[in-house]
């Protein structure tokens, strides 16, 4: 992993985590970029990315680290932005919910790609859109779960802000992502891959 790339995270991270409008909103919209961060580190030698894929998870770990410190409802320039337009309610999660369906679409492509697990692009696209919907909702899921368990102290992470028809709309932004990333960043996600010198993944009998 890059040292720039660390870098940014643990600094943000660091921002992120001082002084956070809601504690328990902070940790669990920062838990997701902890876990990846995690599993990049574990992988990073038995299952390097492509720069590409990497950077794009950093840029998604940012947006869930912004929105812990501030809460996805209270984003200060998406309130300026809602302000200008005229819109009732600040979107900054509708930008996470994209980012939701645009990374995990070019992770589960590189993933299927290189581990050759569908034959045919067509096929491929389709599994691959189906996963970004299963963590959509299943992230959608979360919301709820720990809405019951928590009560009031949920309300800064669903971050509904009393739009009825939040969740579909979530969902429906992870899609447009996912469907975007694949229109848009086949080529070049395909350039990296051809360039990418991937060690042969070690057998359970093989010696380490």
Same mark, same amino acid.
């Given at each position: 992993?890059?040292? *720039? ?6 600094? +943000?991270? =660091?921002? !992120? ?6 504690? &328990? @909103?902070?940790? *669990?919209?920062?838990?997701? /970029? ?8 574990? @992988?990073?030698?038995? #299952? ?17 680290? +912004? $929105? ?17 337009? $005229? ?23 590189? +993933? ?7 034959? $045919? ?12 919907? /299963?963590? !959509? ?10 809405? &019951? ?9 669903? $971050? ?15 899609? #447009?992502?996912? &469907?975007? /990333? ?11 891959? /051809?360039? =990418? @010198?991937?060690?042969? +993944? ?7």
């Amino acid at each position: 992993m890059p040292r *720039l790339w660390i870098l940014i995270f643990a600094l +943000v991270l =660091l921002w !992120s985590g001082w002084a956070p409008a809601d504690r &328990l @909103t902070w940790v *669990l919209e920062a838990l997701p /970029a902890l876990i990846a961060l995690a599993v990049l580190w574990g @992988t990073r030698r038995r #299952f390097p990315l492509t720069p590409l894929l990497l950077w794009l998870i950093l840029g998604h770990s940012l947006i869930l680290m +912004v $929105g812990a410190h501030y809460t996805y409802a209270e984003v200060p320039l998406f309130d300026w932005i809602a302000e200008w337009f $005229g819109h009732s309610r600040n979107n900054f999660d509708k930008l996470g919910h994209f980012a939701q369906g645009f990374v995990p679409a070019l992770a589960a492509r590189e +993933v299927i790609l290189r581990l050759e697990l569908v034959n $045919g692009r067509h096929w491929g696209d389709f599994f691959i859109v189906c996963i970004c919907l /299963a963590v !959509s909702a299943f992230y959608e899921l979360i919301e709820w779960w720990v809405a &019951l368990l928590s009560g009031q102290a949920a309300e800064a992470f669903l $971050g509904t802000q009393g739009y009825v028809w939040d969740t579909q709309s979530d969902m429906a932004m992870a899609l #447009f992502g996912a &469907l975007l /990333a694949l229109v848009t960043m086949r080529r070049y996600h395909d350039r990296q891959l /051809a360039r =990418l @010198t991937v060690r042969p +993944v070690p057998r359970s009998n093989d010696p380490v």
